[in-house]
């Protein structure tokens, strides 16, 4: 049995995003597991990652996010609330991001949550070793994440050559960019769409398409981007002229 | 002479970040535009959008952003900090986002500036009309917009076969999904690399190379993002099979 951090960030506890959370937590306990849940509009989360972050300071005189982090983490003297959520973060065995996309991207309040918690020496610098352990390996290596969105707009703006762009690209700067950077596994996006216009009986079929997920989230096959240190980026952490020959765009960090 | 709004996102005033807005501020200036400032941390901005935002509300039971959004939009009832923004940016004619790019992304606090900034009927859902006015027209449209981004990686980790992803694919969500959409002309961003690593020369190197890009807002040829409406998604949003056949990936929605 292992352990499930479902992190949400909507307000409204009859949202359909709250909704989707319960049905995830209720799915993964019927399965043993142990859920914790971390609410961020309901324990009013700073989202603001500024000073306050470092009592401590390296340096009084400029204020270094990198630097700070890095010291604050190392020496014990990271506000409670931070090392609160870290504690979950580090006991969890698959993580669970609960969002609306809101301009494609995660809510203010839950992209603070990131800022503050990934801090340097364990989601980024990991070890004080700089960009040495990143892209599938990192203080997080080892757990699973998933996003969980709830989207306006209809699947058919997210299709590979919908006017949006893909919904899997437009979440790269997550998916890759901060959890798989950080060492986890990213399973494939569950996204329900066209949210305001579903009805009874969409939003159940939703709901049992998350339940499946929820029941398969230690078996499905994560997304298959390639480690930094694999081999596949042999110079200058640039792709290796013989793979995907030729090709650009985000595709080509996908095995 | 024009109006230009230079939105930071940094709480140190000896920041790079705040440097270059600086050296934005008084190139802009030296060439006759008026400029105005929102300095988001020196203003306490309030980054988590929720309730407090919705003050009449439209439906007590449920909040849903987008329906309060405008409903709040179109009866003068957004709190005045937002009505504020909006006036700025509705005054501009040119945006300056300057901000550290955090998790291949914008700071939480200018996200939520996005998000409670950018309304319903106004950002989106123009003139209460869903989704007909879109990437390339809307609310704001005549507008121009660029992002100026310190990172902390080297540039070559940004690079199209780079380890990171190409640093305008990463930031598609922002420059295409928020700006475009809005109806904003965006040019190129503009980024400086290895900021922990810079020395004297360096940074003096960056600020002349912002401050020529000031001197050429306005004249700038934008980001050629295809419109929505001029013909290349003729059904349902969708990218004409005609237009880069076969090809998918975010840059199919370049000319």
């Known amino acids: 049995m292992k352990n499930v951090l479902l992190v949400l960030a909507h307000p409204d506890s009859q949202s359909l995003n709250a909704q989707l959370l319960s049905v995830a937590q209720e799915e993964l306990q019927a399965q043993g597991h142990t859920v914790v849940v971390s609410d961020l509009y309901a324990k009013n989360w700073k989202a603001v990652y500024d000073e306050r972050d470092f009592p401590n300071r390296l340096d009084e005189t ?4 990198v630097a700070e982090s890095g010291h604050a983490y190392r020496n014990h003297t990271q506000p409670s609330d931070i090392v609160e959520e870290q504690a979950k973060l580090m006991a969890a ?4 991001f609960q969002f609306p996309l809101w301009w494609f991207g995660m809510p ?7 800022e503050r918690v990934f801090a340097y020496g364990l ?14 390996e990192g203080g997080l290596q080892g757990k699973r994440a998933v996003l969980s969105v709830t989207v306006g707009g209809p699947e058919s703006d997210y299709t590979p050559r919908g006017i949006n762009g893909q919904l899997e690209e437009l979440l790269f700067p997550i998916t890759h960019g901060t959890l798989f950077f950080s060492g986890m596994e990213v399973l494939p996006t569950f996204a329900a769409y066209d949210v305001h216009r579903l009805d009874v009986h969409d939003i159940e079929h ?7 997920r929820m029941r398969s ?6 997304i298959a981007y390639r480690t930094q240190n694999g081999g596949e980026y042999p110079d200058r952490h640039i792709l290796a002229d013989e793979i995907a020959r030729g090709c650009t765009g985000l595709g080509v960090h996908l095995r």
């Open 93 to 96: 065995d698959a993580v669970v």
């Open 217 to 222: 989230l230690f078996d499905d096959a994560a």
């Open 206 to 212: 939703t709901k049992a398409a998350l339940r499946a």
């Open 123 to 136: 989601a980024y610098g990991y070890r004080d070793e700089g960009n040495r352990f990143r892209y599938g």
């Open 62 to 65: 400029r204020l270094s996010f």
């Open 108 to 114: 203010a309040i839950m992209k603070g949550w990131i």
